[in-house]
Structures are given as C-alpha cells and as structure tokens.
C-alpha cells in the first residue's frame, strides 16, 4: 500500500484555545478529525523557538545533532550573531530523506528551510526568515508566479502587524487576511504538481496569538478594563474559525491515499512581566562594566530608568509604536529611536575581560565567558565548575513576586538537554522558570534596569505544550498520543508513513501508539545515498546585508 502525507503547521497552537473552542462548536472540523482520528498533546524542545523546533521537525534530531539553538548563532562571541539558515542544519532534512526514495515534496513558509537545499525533485517555498526579494525565495520561478496570479497579489512570507498603541483591530484584520493568504497558497499549491509529501506552517496562528492573547484572555494584566476589547475577540475566535474552514477544505482536497497531520511545533500562552537575566548577571557582579566616564554615564543614566523600555513606553503614547525596533535594536527609523540608542547600555559597554557570565537567548540562556572559547574569555576550565554551581545556587533564591514561592523550576546543564557534536554550540546553562507568564530574556542588552518588570510589546509567548491531530491511510481511529510524544517524532512517523526507512541517528519515534499496526506501506527504494550535513563544519550563511534585512525583521517581531 502506498500513501501520502500531508503535515501541515498550526505554528503555536494550542489546546487551551483550540479545545473550548472546538468544544463550543465553533471547531467543526478539528472536532470531527479529533474524534475520527488521533490527537494529543505533542510536547516541544528547549528552547521552544520555531527556529529550533522546525529544525527538530525537519530532521528529527535535537540541536546537539543538528546545529540550531536560536534565531541566531553567536559561536560563543557575545558580539557577533548570524541569522541561521537552513545552511545552518548539520543534518539531513525530512524531504531530502524522502527523496534519496524517490518522493516528491512540496514545502513552503517552513522556518529555516530557506535557502531551499538541493533535493532530488520538489517545490520549496521560502519562510520568514528569508531576505526580502530573494531570487532564490522559490525553486520554481514559474510556478512562484503561476501562485502569485492565482492569489492576485503579491506571495507574502511575513505579517510584522503589532497590536501596540491600541492596533488591536488593526492587527487583527491584518493577521486574519494573512491567514486567508496562505490558505489559499495551500490549495493551490496542493493541486499545482505531483507530491508524495507536502509541508506548510502557517504563521498567521502563531503571530495572532504572540499579538492578540490579551483580547482572548480577560484575566490578563492589559485586557483589565478594556471593554474595547470584546469586538477584537469575536475577531479572534472568527480567526479560529477561519482556519477550521480552511482545513476543511484542504482535507476534502486530499487524495483518498493522503494522510493528513496537523501539528505544532509549540503551545501558547499569556506572558506579562520580564526576567531580564544580563540585569541579573549585572547586579551579582558576573557583568562587569568599562570603568570610563563614558560608560559610567550610560551607567548612571541605565540606574535611573533610561532603558529601552522607558522609549518604548513613549512611543506607545504618542502612536509611534508600529515596530518593535527601539526595544532590540535594527534601524533607527526616528528621532526618538534615534535618541534611544545614543544613551542606551548596551553589551558593547561590558568589560569582558572581567566578565564571567552573560545572558544571551530568548529562554534562560546563559553562558560562561571561558577562556579559549570567547574572543575575551576570562574564565579558566578549573572555575567552571564553581561558576556553575555558584550561578544555580543564586538562581535559586530568586522568588516569585506574588507569591514570594521559587521563580526558577529548574536549572539544565547544556548535556541534560542536547547530545551530539553540535553541543558545543549549546549554553552553559538553561534556566526554566515555574510561572511562565514571566519570559526571560536575554538577547536585548539591558532592557529595563529591573530583573522583574511588566512586559511591553507581546502578550503571549511560546509554551510546551503543542497540539497533534492525524487522520486518513496508516492513523488507528481514536487513538491518543503518549506523555512522552515531542515533535521530534514527526519525521519517523512521515516516514513510516511514506515507507521510507529512518535513519539510525534520530532521536525521535515513529508515533506507534496512533499509527495501525495493520497498515503496512510499500517499502520504498532507495535511488541515492545519504547527503546528511552532519560533521559540524562551519556553513556559509547570507552576507551581511540579507542578514542585517532578516535581523531587522526579528526586531520588529519582537524576537530580538
């Protein structure tokens, strides 16, 4: 028997919307794929980034194998940073897997899948992490174009819509066409060649939520007392809604022989205060400052609240607040933001010579600055290990404001959570915390001068815990996911599926307990030999003003 798989990307969602709502009738689809297939909760990887987490779709192998961390790699220097690419994969990706056996793949709006990499036969479609007007956005320019009159109008990878300044009903008519959007490059793309698998992630469901989470959530901090609100919340859950619609029509599409999986790569949930870990590092003396008067003025200036946050907040007012560059950095665009950066601290004032450990990454990442592996490494191998233990022990006095219980769950060491000869790559430590409506942060410098402050900018942000639903050829009817499923298993289980046979170096499973120990796939031949990416030498990446365009657009997302 042979079959198709179709996987397609609900980026971020979760059940704590998708199950009321489904429950509520407004879910038609969902509920019915629910209760005539299998689903469950399908947990992410740390971080729980969708640079990372696709990564770990695509190849089903944790960052120690394949290379990807974060949005950026900084190769252990605090001052550098690369966009990752999908040059920055170390590994072998599911299609071209896939393809060594002959099958074909349609893949768009996957993150890190751009630039598209040699496959035997195929369609690639660029993601949001692609520079603007690539040539090589897509692997089939005349295709791209057929897909660009079809929708009749310009293909659009990314929606950088805010809700900030009271664009809550902007952002969300915004969000709800880009959704539309790329539905409608979905059924396009389903009927425009031949294809054994077809990937799509729809970023619209992750952006909404990342924008929107407190039209949806009365409880939380800024939806207190906004009746304004409730208009942008039927539009919330008419977005839902949308979407169900749109599976529906994509599943009616499929051919009989097709399976269909739906999945994302991590929950949501609400986030509302900050923990800002190089303000941390800072206070406890692991940061040490250029002792000039230049820096000291900064310094003096940081102490009395002149931080981002504080330009920020008066953007906000004035309605200025389209983008989220004056947080993170990127272009200067006004004379505020303009003003920002000429008196902010920033990491180019730290003394790294004397410093022992920064914070760098959106999920607790901290790094020791070790000698022979930092450009100013200060720390020698035989402290590490009092580092360490000093920093895990500090962290773990840290107490949660409202409750004064512990703020930090748990401290990982970079090998309890990756393996492989990436981990090299990987930060000295991770630090989850127990509440996670508090979101660390550790790419942008100095944000606030508090190690606790309210959150500006997002109010929802990435969670474990993310969704799976699967029906058609090879799926047992009524079956649920195990505790232990995470989206590593993804491309076992496709493969299976396709009958192609996995490759010894994953970390992932084939999901058995949803899969029809009756179906047996035709075994697929192999036409040509492993291409993996895996030995860990340095990738060429886009040059520096692609980078600096897809750094700008991370900016105005809120991711750096």
């Known amino acids: 028997m042979t079959t198709k798989v179709f996987v397609l990307g609900l980026d971020g969602a979760t059940w704590d919307i998708l199950g009321p709502l489904a429950d509520a009738g407004a879910l038609p689809n969902l509920a019915r794929l629910r209760q005539e297939g299998a689903s469950g909760t399908l947990r992410s990887i740390f971080p729980p980034l969708s640079p990372v987490a696709w990564t770990g779709v695509m190849t089903g192998k944790n960052p120690g194998k394949h290379g990807v961390f974060e949005f950026l790699e900084f190769e252990h220097n605090p001052l550098g940073g690369r966009v990752n690419t999908s040059r920055s994969i170390r590994s072998e990706l599911l299609w071209e897997i896939a393809g060594r056996f002959g099958k074909r793949t349609i893949a768009g709006a996957v993150p890190m899948s751009y630039p598209p990499r040699p496959s035997p036969d195929g369609f690639f479609l660029g993601d949001f992490l ?16 057929e897909l660009e009159t079809a929708l009749g109008e310009a293909y659009r990878p990314w929606d950088t819509s805010v809700h900030d300044g009271g664009n809550e009903a902007q952002a969300l008519a915004s969000l709800t066409d880009f959704l539309d959007h790329h539905l409608r490059a979905v059924r396009f793309l389903m009927d425009a060649r031949p294809w054994d698998l077809f990937v799509y992630d729809l970023m619209a469901t992750d952006r909404i939520q990342h924008e929107l989470w407190h039209a949806w959530d009365p409880s939380h901090r ?18 839902w809604s949308k979407l169900d619609a749109g599976i529906g029509e994509i599943e009616a599409a499929l051919p009989a022989d097709a399976t269909l999986i739906l999945m994302s790569d991590h929950g949501f949930g609400p986030v509302e205060h900050f923990v800002n870990f190089n303000v941390w590092l800072l206070e406890k003396g692991f940061i040490q400052l250029i002792n000039t008067p230049y820096v000291m003025q900064k310094y003096w200036c940081y102490k009395r609240g002149v931080t981002p946050e504080w330009i920020y907040n008066i953007m906000a007012r004035f309605g200025q607040a389209k983008h989220r560059v004056s947080r993170f950095g ?34 607790g990442q901290i790094f020791l600055n070790r000698i022979g592996r930092q450009p100013s490494g200060c720390v020698a191998e035989a402290d590490v290990r009092p580092i360490l233990d000093d920093l895990k022990a500090e962290l773990a006095e840290l107490t949660h404001p409202e ?22 790559l990987a930060p000295d430590l991770t630090v989850v915390l127990a509440d996670w409506r508090y979101r660390t942060i550790g790419l942008h410098d100095f944000t606030t001068h508090k190690v606790i402050s309210p959150a500006f900018g997002p109010t929802g942000d990435h969670r474990m815990e993310g969704v799976f639903v699967a029906n058609g050829p090879g799926i047992q009817p009524g079956a649920s996911l195990s505790d232990s499923a995470t989206l590593l298993d993804i491309a076992p289980t496709v493969l299976h599926l396709l009958g192609v046979p996995s490759p010894d170096d994953l970390d992932g499973r084939p999901l058995t307990e949803v899969l029809d120990p009756s179906f047996q796939p035709d075994r697929a031949t192999q036409l040509a030999p492993s291409s993996s990416n895996g030995d860990g030498s340095p990738s060429a990446s886009l040059d520096e003003e692609d980078d600096e365009a897809v750094k700008q657009r991370l900016a105005d997302l809120g991711y750096l």
């Not at 272009?331 to 601290?345: H, I, K, P, T, Y």
């Not at 409750?403 to 090299?424: I, Q």
């Open 130 to 145: 692609s520079p603007p007007n690539a040539r090589d956005f897509s692997t089939d320019p005349a295709l791209f174009a």
């Open 222 to 239: 800024l939806a207190k007392g906004r009746r304004d609100l409730a208009k942008v919340r039927d539009g919330f859950i008419a977005f």
């Open 330 to 363: 990127g272009s200067q665009d006004n004379g505020l933001d303009r003003l920002a950066e000429s008196v902010f601290l920033s990491r180019r004032h730290i003394d790294w010579s004397k410093t022992k450990a920064y914070a760098q990454g959106n999920f």
């Open 403 to 424: 409750t004064g219980d512990p703020l930090v769950d748990r401290v990982y060491e970079a090998d309890e959570l990756y393996n492989g000869p990436m981990s090299r």
